[in-house]
C-alpha cells in the first residue's frame, strides 16, 4: 500500500507569491490498484506525482510504502520500484542512442555496472519479443537511433521500458497528450494491457475525460491540493464522461469562471 500522510506543500515560502498547494493532504492506494487521476489546472495532480517519485520534497506530513517511511528517501533510489512515463515523448528515451542500446539500458535498471559491455548480446531475443508485441515492427529497427522514431513509436517505447524491470508502481503523467487521437488509443491499449498483465500499481493523471471513465477501477478527481471525487468499484463503472464534466463545470461556477 501507498500512503500519503498529512502532506503539506508550499511554493514560495516566505515571499508576497506563497502558495499553498496541499494542506493536511491525504490518500491511500491499494496493491494493484489502477487509478486515474483528473482535475483542473493547478490542482496539484502532477505535483502530487512528483512527491510519490521524490522529484519534489515536502514541508511536512509522510510517505509510506507498505508501512514503511520513504519521506525522505532520494529519486534514483525511488526510481528502482518506481516506472514513470512522461507527457513528453523524448523524456523516456535516449534519443541519440539505438534502440537495441534504450533497450539494454532499461533492463540494466537498479544493476550494478562491471567493465562488461553494456549491451548484453544474449538478450536481443527478448528484447525482440518485447517490441514485437508493441505491433509496431521495432523489433525489426533494433540499430536504429531512437531520435528518428515518431513520438508514438518513443512513447510505447517508453513505457514498455518503464516496465521492463521488478517494480511496485506505474507513474504516468498525461503521457498521452502529445499523441495524435489515434496513436493515444494505442498507447492507452498498450497500457491497459501492461497493467493487467504485470498487476502493477498505477496512477495515471490525464486530461483525457475518457480514458478517465473508461480505464482504470478507481477514479480521482482534484481541485485546489484536493481530492472532490473518489470512486470506485460499480460507481466508477457507471460514470460517463459527461458525469465527469458536469462535476469540471460545478467546480468553474463555485470559482467564478
Known amino acids: 500500500m501507498l500512503s500519503l500522510r498529512n502532506i503539506n506543500k508550499y511554493y514560495n515560502p516566505g515571499t508576497v507569491n506563497e502558495m499553498c ?7 491511500d492506494i491499494g496493491e494493484g490498484e489502477f487509478v486515474s487521476i483528473v482535475g483542473s489546472n493547478g490542482s496539484g495532480k502532477t505535483s502530487m506525482l512528483n512527491i510519490i517519485c521524490g522529484s519534489i520534497g515536502v514541508d511536512s506530513g509522510s510517505l509510506l510504502i507498505d508501512g514503511r517511511d520513504i519521506t525522505n528517501m532520494p529519486e534514483h533510489k525511488r526510481a528502482r520500484f518506481i516506472g514513470r512515463v512522461y507527457q513528453n515523448p523524448s523524456l523516456g528515451t535516449c534519443p541519440d542512442m539505438t534502440i537495441l542500446e534504450n533497450m539494454s ?11 562488461r ?17 508493441l505491433g509496431l515492427g521495432l523489433e525489426n529497427k533494433l540499430d536504429v537511433k531512437v531520435g528518428a522514431l515518431s513520438g508514438g513509436q518513443r512513447q510505447a517505447m517508453a513505457l514498455l521500458m518503464s516496465t521492463m524491470t521488478d ?7 498525461e503521457h498521452t497528450a502529445a499523441l495524435d487521437p489515434k496513436t493515444a488509443d494505442l498507447i492507452m491499449e498498450l497500457t491497459d494491457r501492461l497493467v493487467h498483465e504485470k498487476k502493477l500499481t498505477t496512477l495515471m493523471v490525464t486530461h483525457n475525460l475518457r480514458y478517465a471513465a473508461d480505464y482504470g ?6 481541485h485546489e491540493g484536493r481530492n472532490v471525487l473518489d470512486i470506485s468499484g ?13 462535476r469540471f463545470n460545478a467546480i468553474s461556477i463555485e470559482c467564478g469562471n
Do not use: H, Q, W
Open 217 to 222: 477501477d478507481r477514479l480521482i478527481m482534484m
Open 167 to 173: 517494480i511496485d508502481f506505474l507513474i504516468l503523467d
Open 105 to 115: 539500458l532499461a533492463d540494466a535498471k537498479g544493476k550494478s555496472f562491471d567493465l
Open 21 to 27: 498547494l496541499f494542506r493536511d493532504y491525504c490518500l
Open 117 to 133: 559491455p553494456g549491451t548484453d548480446r544474449s538478450r536481443i531475443a527478448y528484447y525482440r519479443e518485447l517490441l514485437s508485441s
Open 234 to 246: 460499480e460507481e466508477k463503472k457507471n460514470t460517463g464522461v459527461e458525469d465527469l464534466l458536469g
